[in-house]
């Protein structure tokens, strides 16, 4: 079991972060299993916030179950042990077209703006997503007021 980290906000990301708007759009990230030699995954660690001028408005953050990948560009999550293999899990970032989201709101969470916000699963309450061909999640944001970008960060585990 090789544990991965993936972003849309360093140097190692790529394709344009999306601003925020009143419905969610895009996804900020994705995670789904390769049509070929899917694997199940698992969502552990999560860390969010906003890199726009700093104000006092609501950004509401949701993961979502999806049955297809987003219109995003493909990157490499990183290994936290450099031993081991490259992942499989199909990774999106800084999408502009989300994907077909199959059950909404597996977590979610509203944050003031001016906040950074992190979750740890509790051992055995990760989010779970079946060795099933483009199955997955996607981290969404909407805000009543904030209109700039955000950014996400999250740690995955391949089985």
């Not at 070929?36 to 953050?61: C, M, Q, S």
């Not at 906040?115 to 996607?138: C, D, H, I, K, M």
Request: net charge neutral; glycine share 10%; hydrophobic share 40%.
């Amino acid at each position: 079991m090789a544990n991965f980290t993936a972003t849309n906000g360093s140097s190692a990301s790529a394709g344009t972060q999306q601003a925020l708007a009143t419905t969610y759009g895009g996804a900020i990230l994705g995670l789904n299993a390769p049509v070929t030699a899917p694997r199940r995954g698992k969502v552990y660690d999560l860390l969010i916030g906003t890199n726009g001028t700093p104000a006092d408005n609501f950004v509401e953050w949701d993961i979502s179950r999806v049955t297809t990948s987003s219109t995003a560009t493909i990157i490499t999550p990183q290994a936290l042990d450099p031993a081991d293999a490259a992942a499989t899990t199909v990774t999106t970032v800084n999408s502009s077209a989300a994907g077909t989201v199959s059950i909404q709101n597996i977590l979610y969470v509203g944050v003031n703006q001016r906040a950074s916000y992190r979750w740890v699963a509790a051992p055995g309450s990760e989010l779970v997503w079946p060795a099933t061909s483009s199955n997955g999640f996607q981290l969404r944001a909407r805000s009543g007021g904030y209109t700039g970008t955000a950014t996400g960060d999250w740690m995955f585990q391949e089985q």
